[in-house]
């Protein structure tokens, strides 16, 4: 199958095959950078041993022309605040290239779209990302605790932290009940449980232990209610 062939040199291309060096270089020396063209020549010759037909070189040079101008476009647009976001941007490129050459050969159509079932569960997933945190973060907001007193601890936290962390619990919890491993659920219980509430009892606050108790119920029942409504 030519999807995963080309998928399989793209990945030991961008990520085995290529040195945090070479990165550095590039992203130093841009278009002047010899290891842009080295990583674009390996790309291709590696498409070309996956694909293992001569008469499909086409396809190994359309992936490295391609591959040039998306890494090319990417060193000259980003910066330091764009790194992350041109990653992505750079890996969703090449991995639409590589699908659009497996839809010319009919080997992926969009049939899926029309798959009802296909759509409840990505409906389910999307329900469970952004829209069920402003859900609980309404349901939760008359009763957010003012964090004072001695023994309040004071730690730095990441941006955003628990807003993704909650999206990805969730997205877990749906995950494990579409595939009928319940224990998956205790699992992440017992997990959150165990690196949450350690600090919770330590900060001796029995209102923002109950908040937070509150709030991870919500966000574990909310996954395990859709699970079972798509179920």
């Given at each position: ?10 990945l ?6 290529q040195?945090?060096s ?8 841009k ?14 010759v590696?498409?070309l041993?996956f694909?293992?037909?001569?008469q ?7 992936v490295?022309?391609t591959h ?5 476009s990417k060193?000259?647009?980003q910066?330091?605040?764009t790194?992350?976001r ?8 090449h991995?639409?290239?590589i699908?659009g050459?497996s ?5 992926f159509?969009?049939?899926f779209v029309?798959?009802?079932e296909f759509?409840?569960?990505i409906m ?14 309404i349901l939760?907001s008359?009763w957010?605790?003012a964090?004072?007193g001695?023994?309040?601890i004071q ?5 955003s932290?628990?807003k993704y962390?909650g999206?990805?619990?969730r997205l877990l ?5 579409m595939?009928n491993?319940?224990?998956?659920v ?9 690196f949450?509430f350690?600090?919770l009892?330590?900060?001796?606050q029995?209102?923002l232990?109950?908040y937070?108790?509150i709030?991870?119920?919500l966000?574990f029942?909310l ?9």
């Amino acid at each position: 199958m030519i999807l995963i062939k080309l998928i399989l040199a793209h990945l030991l291309g961008d990520f085995i095959l290529q040195p945090n060096s070479w990165v550095a270089d590039k992203e130093n020396h841009k278009l002047k950078s010899k290891f842009l063209y080295l990583h674009i020549l390996i790309h291709t010759v590696l498409s070309l041993i996956f694909l293992w037909d001569l008469q499909l070189w086409w396809v190994a040079v359309l992936v490295g022309i391609t591959h040039f101008i998306i890494d090319a476009s990417k060193l000259i647009f980003q910066n330091v605040k764009t790194n992350k976001r041109w990653f992505f941007i750079d890996q969703l490129l090449h991995v639409s290239v590589i699908a659009g050459v497996s839809f010319y050969f009919g080997e992926f159509s969009f049939g899926f779209v029309q798959n009802q079932e296909f759509l409840k569960v990505i409906m389910a997933a999307l329900f469970l990302t952004t829209p069920a945190s402003i859900f609980i973060k309404i349901l939760l907001s008359s009763w957010t605790p003012a964090p004072d007193g001695p023994n309040t601890i004071q730690t730095e936290s990441l941006s955003s932290a628990g807003k993704y962390i909650g999206i990805l619990e969730r997205l877990l919890v749906f995950t494990f009940i579409m595939v009928n491993h319940w224990e998956g659920v205790g699992f992440m219980v017992a997990a959150k449980s165990v690196f949450r509430f350690s600090d919770l009892a330590q900060a001796k606050q029995r209102k923002l232990t109950e908040y937070v108790l509150i709030g991870t119920l919500l966000s574990f029942g909310l996954a395990v209610l859709t699970g079972i409504i798509i179920k």
